[in-house]
Every structure is written in C-alpha cells, then in structure tokens.
C-alpha cells in the first residue's frame, strides 16, 4: 500500500462524520454518529476482491453505520487513488454495489471519489438492457479536479481543507518547491484559523504533507520558521510545536521501518540490531550531506551527539 493510499484510508476514518456531512449534506444527518461507525475493509477484500484490475490504484472502504431510527445501512466509499480513465468503472461500482447488498441483505449507499487529474467526469451510472429488460445503477461521483480551490471558500467543513489538498496534490507535478511553500502555507494558515484541537490538527496537518511535499528536504526547516513568524500562537499549540512533532514523528516512523526491513533481511536478531544500526548511520550520513545541523539531527533522530559528530568527521575525511 503506497503512503497515498494509507493517507486517504486513514483521513476517511479519522474525519468521517466530516466527510459525511461534506459529501451528503442531505442524508449526514439521519445518522447516529453515538454509535462508532464499523470499518469492514477486511470483510470487503472477502466480498469483492481486485484481482481483475490491471492499472491504477483503488481505495475502498465498506463502513457500517447506524441510522437516527435504529437502522443499519452500509456504507461504500470507493476512491480511485491516482485515478485513470477506466471505460469499465460504472461495470464495476455496480458489482461491488449487488455483491455487498447480496451479503448483507441491505441498503448500499455509494460514493466515488476520483482523483485523476482530468476535468471530464467519469459517468456516474452504470445501465444495461436488451429486449425490453433495463437496468440503470446510479452513484454519486465526487472528481477532484473539478473542485477548484475557490469552491471551498468558507466551508468550516475540516474535509474542505482535504480535498483543497487533495486538488493540490494533482497539481503537484507542475509546482517547483516555491510554489509548493507557498501553497502548503496557505493550506496551514486556514487550518489554524479554524481552530481545530491539537489532535484534529496533527492529522490534518499529516495529510498535507503527504500531498504537498518538497523535493528539497531542508525546505522543511524554511517552512517551519516561515509560519511560526507569522503565527506566534495557535488556539492549543503553537505552530513550532506541530511542524516540529510532526518532523520529528516521521523521522522516527522512517527509521524504525528501515530498521526493520534490514532487520528482516538478516533473519537474526543480531541481524535486527544491526540493520537498525546500519540505517541510523544511513540516515544520519544522508541529512548530514543535506545540510542538516548536529543539533537537528540530534533531535529529529533521538541519537547522541557524539555519534553524529563521529559520522560528520568520517564524512569529512572522506571528502579531504
């Protein structure tokens, strides 16, 4: 699964009664949001698997929800992650639509979510017929790229600074790092502004970077003194303190899966140990030719500093 992946399957269960009252503002309300919603994804790999799909990446979630009346309903969230033109797509929300509905006996609610990066709206209706006999299937489809920022100019909804981002992120291979700075600022800037707690925040904050990242790392730093001048205070923490956390969590995510992966590669546990060993000096190497200071390193990796120190004087021998 590729970190887009990950993000959009995680954003939907972290924000999903925003996500609901943003995609259905009609019907948001008719559920019991006191009752967790279930996420069946296990269940749907069982029921309809994607072994026929050659090209692209799908996301689907199957959710169980609880309606106002005391009614179940199922739920389909099908996301085309780095969507494509795909003549076959109505074809294939109608079989996940009666295959679902075949297993549980009940209403299917879907809703298609396409982020190709293409302004023509894939058909939103599957139909067959022949001899008189006629079948129409009918789902609501969201494409991103047709939700230009401006679309989303007041919406209080959190989900609206998702999807902005996620419009952002089709672009992101027309922007250099300037154009993504100044994006990724202004995406952070409504985010503080809505006041959000620490936590909704945090997450929030973990899918812009995954959509609007820099190619070059030391932007990073840029980035967090560039907000904190002009955000100084935030409603339950400062901007410093979130860009930093968040840094510093995906350091420490990277390491221990590099540590890992050279950890299964030996196959011992003296193998582990040293694959973990391996990687830090790796990472540490790698920032330090970046620009990174003994400091930063320090703290963004959790290593002593004299480790660091022996690994930049090596480095500097090396390049005498």
Do not use: C
Not at 176 to 183: H, S, V
Not at 231 to 252: S, W
Not at 291 to 302: A, M, P
């Amino acid at each position: 699964m590729t970190i887009r992946d990950r993000l959009w399957k995680t954003i939907f269960e972290d924000f999903f009664q925003d996500s609901m009252f943003f995609f259905f503002p009609d019907h948001a309300q008719e559920i019991d949001f006191a009752h967790a919603p279930e996420f069946l994804d296990k269940e749907l790999s069982k029921i309809f698997p994607r072994t026929l799909q050659q090209k692209g990446r799908v996301v689907d979630k199957l959710v169980k929800i609880r309606l106002k009346n005391g009614a179940l309903n199922w739920l389909l969230i099908h996301i085309e992650v780095q969507g494509y033109h795909d003549p076959d797509f109505p074809l294939r929300m109608y079989q996940a639509q009666y295959r679902i509905s075949e297993r549980y006996n009940k209403p299917v609610a879907a809703l298609a979510v396409l982020t190709n990066d293409e302004h023509i709206l894939a058909s939103n209706a599957y139909e067959v017929g022949t001899w008189g006999t006629y079948l129409r299937y009918e789902y609501p489809v969201y494409l991103v790229s047709a939700h230009p920022p401006e679309a989303f100019a007041g919406n209080p909804n959190p989900f609206a600074i998702v999807m902005e981002t996620a419009y952002y992120g089709l672009k992101k291979h027309r922007l250099d790092d300037a154009g993504k700075m100044k994006i990724k600022f202004a995406l952070v800037r409504k985010l503080l502004h809505k006041g959000y707690d620490k936590e909704r925040v945090r997450k929030l904050l973990d899918f812009i970077d995954g959509y609007v990242n820099f190619d070059d790392i030391l932007l990073h730093d840029k980035f967090a003194e560039e907000i904190d001048k002009h955000f100084k205070t935030a409603p339950t923490m400062t901007i410093e303190q979130i860009v930093t956390q968040h840094y510093k969590r995906l350091a420490r995510k990277a390491g221990r899966a590099e540590g890992r992966k050279e950890g299964r590669e030996e196959g011992r546990e003296e193998g582990r140990e040293e694959g973990r060993e391996e990687i830090t000096e790796k990472h540490i190497q790698k920032m330090l030719l970046k620009g990174f200071s003994v400091e930063q390193i320090t703290d963004l990796l959790e290593v002593p500093a004299d480790l660091v120190e022996r690994i930049r004087e090596k480095i500097a021998h090396e390049q005498a």
